[in-house]
Each structure stands twice: as C-alpha cells, then as structure tokens.
C-alpha cells in the first residue's frame, strides 16, 4: 500500500483533491496469456492534473494506461479482475458500455495514427459517430479543437487536404483535437511525444500543461525529465506493481523506496 | 580478371538475359496473334467485327459482339456475387473470427485455390444448373436449362473466392492496431471503426484483390464453357445463355481450318482477350497507383 502512505505524506490542499478522485484502481488485475502483466493495482487518479507513470520498459505501465479505456479488452488471452472506477461507476461492470467509457477519455497514443481522411474529417469524426449531424455545429467544433491545439492557422486553407500531408508533430496534434472533440473528461497520453522532434515535443507538453485545468491527464513516459516537467503526480510501476505515488518533487526528489530511488536515479532503467 | 568477379558479371548477364526473354515472349504473343488476325481484319472493319452481333462462320459473318458481351455478363455476375462476399469474409476473419479458426480457414483457401477447373465445372453441371433450372428459375416464373450467364458467374464467383479472400486478408492484417484504436478511443463501436476506418484505409489493397479476381474470371475457360450454354447471342438477363470468349477459342480450335478466315477470327478473339486482360490490369494498376498517392 505505498500508494496510500505516499497520500499521507501530501499537502493538505492535495488530499482536498484526492477526496474526490477521477479516477480509483480497486484490486485491479491484469493477465495475459497466463502472464501477471499488472499485480493488485489500488490507486487514486486526482482530477485536473497531470499524473505521469513511469518505470522500466515492460514493467506494465501501458497495460495499466490500456484499462483505464477497455482497450485491453482487445488484447488476446487477457484476463482482468478488480474495478476502475471513473465519477464513481464502475467501467468494468457488466452492463457498463465500452462505447460510452471510452467516449469519456481522449487517447493520445505513441506516434500519431491519423484517419484515412481529411484533417476537417478527423476532427469531425468523433462527434459525427456520436450523432452530431449539424453541419454548421460541426465547423464550430474542429475550428474550436484545432485552436485548441494550435493546429488551426497553419491547416485552416487546407481543412480538406489529407491528414497524413501532416507533419508528424502537426498530426500528433490534430490527433489530440480529434480526441478533444468528443468533450472528454480524461486524457490518455502513452509516451505521446516519443515519435516527436524536441520542439513538437515542447508544443505538446505545453498543451497538455494548459489543458489540464479542464482535464484528468494520465501519461505513461520514459522520459523522468519530461515527466518533472509536465506532472503534478507521479506513479512509479514496477514489475506490475505500483511501488510509489506522489506528487512529482516527492517521488523524483525525496524517493520513499529504494527501487524508485534506483530508478530516478538512473541506476535501472 | 579474377574468375569469381568473372562469374559475377556472368551471372548479371544471364539473369538479365532470362528476363528479357520472358518479356519478349509476351510481345511475341501479341505479335502472333495481331499477324494471323490480320486476314480477318482485311475482310471486315476493326468496328464492324467488335460491334456486329451475327455470329455464323459458315456465311462469312464474324460478329464478336455477343463474345465480349458474354464475357462481360459472366464476369460481372461472378463479381457481384464474390466481392461483397470477400470482403465480409476476409473482414470477419481479422477482425473478430479467433485464431484457431483463421489459421484452419487460410490454408483450406489455397486448397480450393488448388482445384482444378474442371472439377468446378463438373461442380457447376451437376449442382449449379440444376438447381438455377429447377428453384431459381421456376420461383421468378422463368423457363431456362439452366446453362446460363448465372450459372457461369455463380462458378465462377466460387472459383475466384480463394485469390481474393487470401490477398483481402493480408491487406487487412497490415491495417496497423493503433489505428483501430484511435477509433475506438473515440467510442466508436467495432462496425464504425470496420466501415469507416479500415475499409477506407484497406481500399486500394481490396481493389487490388478485385483486380486479380477479375483477371482470373476473365480468362477462365473451361468450367465457364460447361455450365453458360455456349449460344453465340447478347445475353439480356441473368437466365439467358452466354458465349464468353475464352469458350468460344477452346469449343472451336479443333475445327478452325475447315471454314475460311475461321482461323483468322479465333486469333483475333484470341488477341481480343489478351488486349482486355492487358489492358484491364494497365488501367487497374493506373487507378491503384492514384489511390495509393491519394492515401500518402
């Protein structure tokens, strides 16, 4: 239970925010094809903030990154147990519907997979499939998300050009608008800057920096300076196991454990 | 020189060689046949020849009109039946049949694929015709043998399966998972994300497949000619027999020297395949490389 001491151990504006979690990891477990990818997993996520997740490369953290939307779901042979809990319902109940959960969280994902449409189209694709037909609403809502994302002066010519005549930092951007447009409450990032030049890297931490005062933001990273920079949080995995959470100076500055102070400290990686 | 640097521009020389002569084998082909069509073309304009709908050797009447239109007939059937077919199926296979099952249907496709065409037709013959003649034909009130363009395409369709479904399922397997993933984060159900994000992007991969199915249909000969009726007329509906070309060279070749210009007119609708499958596949692979430029 180091997640609940590190909790004891935060300021008491943090536990202010804490009382009321976005997102709680009861139990959780994780296996697939008989191999535990993610142990007794208990945590709180707090509501708009950055919370970043790091540890060695396969020590789970994009599996755990994964249930927080269902998309594990997909993966072969995977056997889940235990509740995630988003506003208090339980995504993994049974008549919860994975549509509707994973309308809820924005996905960023390593190197950006754009549409097999148009810049306009891959804005507008989310909330087309959740029934916005009005075309006027529509414009409205990529121009919104593409400003958002500081997307919109450098494509508003050309919205009906392909995506993929991006750049791949503009596509990882028109891909966080896509994700933006269907009004979640979350953002999913998995090591979303790793296919990325410094400055794009830059232009999407900034954003994600700004956007966390109206989102939950949860990143998995590998990068411990990318991650002081963005998180207010951080949640060090390993093995399956979550050894440390914190807020960000505690966990990479004043480590509780001695594999998270290895690990910060570069000694494993 | 050194005998193993010898040996190396030996070896360039020959593959280079080889190459070239399977090239030339095809504008042989070509030239062939364009020589001893030659006679026919003498007699009768290109235009009539391609657009007169009589067909009787014996009174020097060689209208290839209902030949092509066969063709077209059965090959257009056989495609409407198998590519919604293929691609439901290949689109089950990837996205939601298990492992287990994929890997037991993949190799029963090139099993099938393997069957020699006769066998097809023999198939055709003794359940295809009878059927279409018996219940198809009886339930829409029309009086047919059975030996029709239907038939020919329903054959044909089943012939074609196994080359489009294997290519369809490998272009589908190399739609990248953090695509679908995109699609699904967004809370689209799996159906969306088949219809509107792997279909589009698998596009030019399934068009490709079409392709290859349509070049096979094109020249399949001799389970067509057992179950389509082989009556030299323009086909108007799906229970009217038809005379594709490829039927038409294989029925008549043993006879071709008895009539005059009978020879002259079975090349030319020799050279008349050949010049629609060339230039069927020159078209497709212009179409598919816009496509392909279109997606980059």
Not at chain 1, 223 to 241: C, H, K, P, T
Not at chain 2, 97 to 105: I, N, P
Request: charge should be neutral; include cysteine.
């Amino acid at each position: 239970m180091h997640a609940s001491t590190s909790i004891q151990t935060a300021e008491t504006q943090d536990l202010v925010a804490l009382a009321t979690p976005h997102i709680q990891i009861k139990d959780l477990n994780v296996t697939i094809e008989g191999k535990r990818i993610l142990k007794n997993i208990n945590l709180s996520i707090p509501n708009n903030s950055v919370t970043s997740i790091i540890g060695p490369s396969g020590c789970g953290k994009t599996t755990l990154l994964k249930t927080l939307n269902r998309l594990v779901d997909d993966t072969k042979g995977v056997e889940i147990s235990g509740s995630v809990l988003v506003n208090g319902e339980d995504i993994y109940a049974k008549d919860a519907e994975v549509t509707h959960i994973r309308k809820k969280m924005g996905l960023l994902s390593q190197k950006p997979f754009p549409l097999p449409m148009s810049i306009f189209e891959n804005v507008a694709y989310g909330p087309r499939i959740h029934g916005e037909r009005n075309k006027k609403l529509l414009k409205q809502i990529v121009e919104t998300q593409l400003r958002n994302v500081g997307l919109w002066e450098e494509v508003k010519e050309r919205l009906d050009a392909s995506a993929t005549r991006l750049s791949i930092g503009q596509q990882q951007r028109l891909c966080l608008a896509r994700g933006l447009a269907v009004q979640p409450e979350i953002i999913l990032g998995d090591e979303s800057t790793s296919a990325l030049d410094p400055i794009s890297t830059q232009t999407i931490e900034n954003l994600l920096i700004e956007l966390k005062k109206d989102y939950t933001i949860v990143l998995v990273t590998h990068i411990l300076r990318q991650a002081r920079r963005v998180s207010d949080y951080i949640l060090f995995v390993y093995n399956g196991e979550v050894v440390e959470f914190g807020k960000t100076e505690d966990v990479l500055l004043n480590p509780q454990n001695e594999i998270t102070q290895q690990y910060v400290k570069g000694f494993i990686s | 020189m050194n005998w193993r640097l010898i040996k190396d521009k030996l070896a360039e020389r020959s593959f280079a060689l080889l190459l070239l002569s399977s090239v030339v084998v095809i504008f042989l082909i070509l030239i062939g046949l364009t020589m001893k069509s030659v006679p026919l073309l003498r007699a009768e304009s290109l235009l009539t020849v391609l657009t007169d709908s009589v067909w009787s050797p014996l009174k020097g009447n060689f209208g290839f009109l209902p030949f092509i239109m066969g063709t077209i007939w059965v090959t257009m059937i056989s495609l409407i039946i198998a590519v919604p077919l293929c691609v439901l199926a290949s689109v089950y296979l990837v996205e939601y049949a298990s492992e287990a099952l994929r890997k037991m249907v993949l190799p029963l496709m090139n099993v099938l694929a393997a069957i020699p065409p006769v066998l097809y037709g023999v198939w055709g013959v003794l359940f295809v015709v009878p059927i279409l003649s018996d219940y198809i034909a009886p339930l829409l009130g029309v009086n047919t043998t059975g030996y029709t363009v239907f038939a020919g395409g329903i054959v044909l369709a089943v012939m074609i399966f196994p080359i489009m479904i294997s290519i369809m399922v490998e272009v589908l397997q190399t739609i990248p998972q953090e695509l679908k993933a995109a699609s699904l984060s967004l809370g689209a159900t799996k159906w969306e994300t088949i219809t509107k994000v792997i279909l589009v992007k698998a596009k030019p991969g399934i068009l490709a497949a079409i392709v290859l199915g349509v070049s096979r249909a094109f020249g399949e000969t001799v389970a067509v000619l057992m179950v389509c009726g082989n009556i030299p007329q323009l086909p108007s509906s799906l229970f009217d027999a038809g005379y594709p070309l490829p039927a038409l060279i294989a029925n008549n070749f043993g006879e071709m020297m008895s009539i005059p210009l009978y020879d002259s007119a079975l090349m030319f609708a020799a050279l008349l395949l050949f010049v629609l499958i060339f230039g069927f596949n020159l078209l497709s692979r212009i179409i598919l490389n816009r496509l392909e430029e279109k997606a980059q």
